[in-house]
């Protein structure tokens, strides 16, 4: 368990009152501690293991005793992980307890799958009703996990009436394990919300009904996950962002028609939007339905001329940035924007390119000419 620069008086008696077999099995994950606290723990818990969570390679790794790390003020931003299984989690449960009520602001948790993140979110209620961040990454050992014939629903409601920014990780490898948990979180000043799954069938479902003030939104999501986000209504939200580089990209073309239109029907106030490999279907919906977008950046993008045009309807439009992609020529060669090139337009550029493609004549070569002469004057070498 990682605190920032928690009291030593406060720390010394939770120590004391941990069983034996908990300090064998509960890991202190330490990010940042000062040489008081530091003292602290191995003067009353000698036989407790050390961890820090490592980003890099999603997963624990022991730390040296004798490293000490960079102080901080106070212990408002807590790190916690209880490793594999449910080892450990009562004694973090009992650490969390003993904080003053509302002291807690943003909290990590490292779990994985089928290790009580359900018990320890029911558990702990009370103490992150406090929460303005919160952090969940799931991810598991670096074997996969084995799927199981049974199927387990749990079902978790938490209420964080402060919680303005969210991010949800999940890593899990293999199977999903036996357990299919549900986690509703009610945040009526949930502004932030980013996501990130690897996999086209998630470990958890996450159901956001109850926030419905989200402005900001980042998807790096596989094509499924958006049936598993429980969003109802995007009233507030101004920044749609699925991600340039997912291992599965979200792809709204599998979807129908009428869902799409209805989805970017509830974005009423988007602003900004940036998506991935993006095609005609989709480009018309947005230019169709989203006509308050300042901003639009498309990424891996197959267009045909035809579709440009559909650029007039977005009056406000200020900014298209294009990367990765090729505009489709009828029949003919595409016109591929060079790898490693980034093709910025302000609104007069806009206007300039689409009427130079309405007005020019319809042969291979008028087009292409048009296009090619819009990605010499305005594209650049994005850098390294």
């Known amino acids: ?74 212990y408002r931003n807590v790190e916690l992980g209880w490793g594999d299984g449910r080892e450990g989690l009562d004694g973090l449960v009992l650490l969390l307890h003993m904080l003053p009520r509302y002291a807690l602001r943003s ?36 074997r996969p996990y084995q799927a199981r014939d049974e199927l387990v629903f749990e079902w978790c409601h938490l209420v964080i009436p402060g919680l303005q920014a969210l991010w949800w990780v999940d890593t899990v490898v293999g199977g999903i394990g036996h357990v299919r948990p549900t986690f509703a979180i009610e945040a009526p000043k949930l502004s932030f919300v980013k996501i990130q799954t690897s996999r086209w069938l998630s470990f958890c479902v996450l159901n956001l009904n109850w926030s419905n003030s989200i402005g900001r939104l980042e998807l790096d999501i596989p094509n499924k996950i958006w049936r598993n986000l429980g969003v109802n209504r995007f009233d507030q939200l101004e920044v749609l962002h699925f991600a340039d580089v997912s291992a599965e990209t979200f792809d709204l073309h599998l979807e129908t028609p009428k869902f799409r239109v209805e989805l970017l029907g509830r974005m009423a106030n988007l602003r900004y939007v940036q998506i991935s490999s993006v095609k005609d279907a989709l480009f018309r919906d947005v230019c169709r339905v989203c006509t308050k977008l300042y901003s639009m950046k498309l990424c891996g993008f197959t267009i045909s001329y035809k579709s440009l045009p559909h650029l007039d309807m977005l009056q406000r439009l200020q900014n298209l940035t294009l990367t990765d992609g090729v505009i489709q020529c009828q029949n003919w060669s595409p016109v591929p924007l060079r790898a490693g090139w980034m093709l910025s337009l302000g609104t007069a550029q806009i206007k300039e390119w689409t009427k130079g493609l309405a007005n020019c004549g319809k042969t291979p070569q008028d087009v292409e000419n048009v296009i090619t002469g819009c990605f010499a004057r305005y594209s650049r070498q994005v850098p390294v």
């Not at 064998?24 to 606290?37: A, F, K």
């Not at 994985?112 to 598991?140: M, N, Q, S, W, Y």
């Open 107 to 142: 909290l990590t948790v490292n779990a994985t799958p089928d290790g009580g993140l359900v018990e320890f979110f029911g558990r702990c209620k009370e103490v992150l009703a406090g929460l303005t961040e919160l952090t969940v990454r799931i991810g598991g050992p670096r």
């Open 1 to 74: 368990m990682s605190w920032s620069n928690l009291p030593a008086p406060l720390l010394e008696p939770i120590l004391r009152r941990l069983s034996f077999r908990d300090k064998l099995s509960c890991s202190l994950v330490c990010r940042r501690w000062n040489q008081t606290v530091f003292a602290a723990v191995l003067s009353q818990s000698a036989r407790l293991r050390l961890v820090r969570w490592n980003r890099a390679a999603a997963s624990y790794e022991l730390l040296d005793k004798q490293v000490l790390l960079a102080n901080k003020r106070c």
